[in-house]
T-cell receptor, first 118, second 114 residues
Framework: EAGVAQSPRYKIIEKRQSVAFWCNPI?????LYWYQQILGQGPKLLIQ????????DSQLPKDRFSAERLKGVDSTLKIQPAKLEDSAVYLC????????????????FGPGTRLTVT | AQSVTQLGSHVSVSEGALVLLRCNYS??????LFWYVQYPNQGLQLLLK????ATLVKGINGFEAEFKKSETSFHLTKPSAHMSDAAEYFC????????????WGAGTKLIIKP
């Protein structure tokens, strides 16, 4: 079974530029998550999708971040314009479902995209 | 509100020694508990999970964790450390109150001394 795919793996941009990250979840996984992980910290949830609908985007800085999940499969996360404090690893994860069973909440992570803003 | 506390941002053990990484959580309802490992420049990999079945949970790579409700703890152990265990370890909790989102600890970096 193929895992969660993310690209690019690394990105360096200057502040005020824009950047986009792509994620392809595990086939059949209804729920997709984007996390931001700053060095030395645990992941912070940015947005959660169930199929192609947004479940939670309460921690997404909507003035500069946007995300979409067209057709309930692939997802893109965009930052425009980037700030220095956006330097972090952006992790995508997927899980089977939000419904009842704990196994369904088990999240599978991609390798992440390391963003450096200069 | 749910929270996870991992005691010690860095833990150093000798190769072959016991590994003990501590995790305490707060949850007002029955939780699901997880340990994830993150190797350098990689994503997070699930080590093991507690889902209200057996309180002693065995995971991959020889790790295990015990759910102790009275102590609100879910400490991770391994009898004998290997150099390949050097990584960062994250404890996470989810429950109905968090809408089953993962609430993460800050992580513990495990250092293995030769």
């Amino acid at each position: 079974e193929a895992g969660v795919a993310q690209s690019p793996r690394y990105k360096i941009i200057e502040k005020r530029q824009s950047v986009a990250f792509w994620c392809n979840p595990i086939s059949g996984h209804a729920t997709l998550y984007w996390y931001q992980q700053i060095l030395g910290q645990g992941p912070k949830l940015l947005i959660q999708f169930q199929n192609n609908g947004v479940v939670d985007d309460s921690q997404l800085p909507k003035d500069r971040f946007s995300a979409e999940r067209l057709k309930g499969v692939d997802s893109t996360l965009k930052i425009q314009p980037a700030k220095l404090e956006d330097s972090a690893v952006y992790l995508c994860a997927s899980s089977l479902s939000r419904s009842g069973r704990a196994r369904s909440y088990e999240q599978y992570f991609g390798p992440g995209t390391r963003l450096t803003v200069t | 509100a749910q929270s996870v506390t991992q005691l010690g941002s860095h833990v150093s053990v000798s190769e072959g020694a016991l590994v003990l990484l501590r995790c305490n959580y707060s949850s007002s309802v029955p939780p699901y508990l997880f340990w994830y490992v993150q190797y350098p420049n990689q994503g997070l990999q699930l080590l093991l999970k507690y889902t209200s079945a057996a309180t002693l949970v065995k995971g991959i790579n020889g790790f295990e964790a015990e759910f102790k409700k009275s102590e609100t703890s879910f400490h991770l152990t391994k009898p004998s450390a290997h150099m390949s265990d050097a990584a960062e370890y994250f404890c996470a909790v989810s429950d109905e109150d968090s809408n089953y989102q993962l609430i993460w600890g800050a992580g513990t970096k495990l250092i293995i001394k030769p």
